[in-house]
């Protein structure tokens, strides 16, 4: 029997005992979410320079975010690309999916491809410091074997990209 | 100012509010942890199939576990593998790191690669469900392609190593 024990603005914590050995056992559960991995028509993608409150540091990441309660993941996608790089995607389509911590995080997170972009203007949330960049696949990759590239869903969606998706 | 409101076994939650709108935000605050890329001599690769307690689901995943107390993340990546697949590595390099979930987990992960594997004795952790099977790079690639495999640190690994380090 989980018990929610914690109650927060973005998770909540259940906790329950394993039935072998009655250690208690804790899981983060919240809403699933999306990555959006945005290949401009010259073959650059689109990287964001994200300010990351709990880590106290700036992350380099693909655009993602929270699924709302009754939205679809394309519809997330689609909102979160708009609102942290101003792009509109003509294309979109989900390519593979994650569980991001699964020793302790129930949550998943849908990854989408998205081509055909069409520039809008930003609107973004308040607490968000995000600054964007545009950069080859080759660099990308090499930002990942510098390790300055470090964030789990960027990482798999930038090699899974270039391994299954790219020209 | 970020305060405990939750203190549990595997992690502590903590929260504040964000500068500018004064929003209350929460991280979840643990040890950071590592995995192993285990590949045996004929290029094979190890994979576990564990059974995720907060998912309530099997997954495919690369061995991994919390650093412990004291411990360097090297002794860890050796602890882990020795623990879950029985190999000790005479060959272990640590190839990246990864924040696995950014947004709301400060936890860091380390990935390291292990060589020249010994075969030794099993001594699981109780409350563990885990086996493993051993796989080609190719068919790990495949597992990734058809959400086989849907681990965030196991497709960053598999992909890094194939795009990186594989001959």
Known sequence: MKKIV??????????WKLPKTGTKFARVVGHDAVAVLPILDDGRI???KQYRHPLERYLYEIPAGHIDEGETPTAAARR???????YYP???KRIFGIFEAPGS?????????????VQKKISRETDEVITTIKIS??????????NQI????????ILYYSRFKSK
Chains 1, 2 share one sequence.
């Open 80 to 86: 979160e690309l708009e609102e942290e790089t101003g």
């Open 46 to 48: 689109i990287i964001e």
């Open 90 to 92: 003509k294309k979109l």
């Open 137 to 146: 696949l080759e660099k990308a990759q090499n930002m990942i074997l510098r």
């Open 150 to 157: 470090c964030d789990a869903k960027t990482i798999s969606s």
């Open 105 to 117: 995080f129930t949550q998943f997170l849908h990854v989408f491809l998205a081509e055909d972009l």
């Open 6 to 15: 914690y109650r927060g603005p973005i998770f909540n914590v259940e906790e």
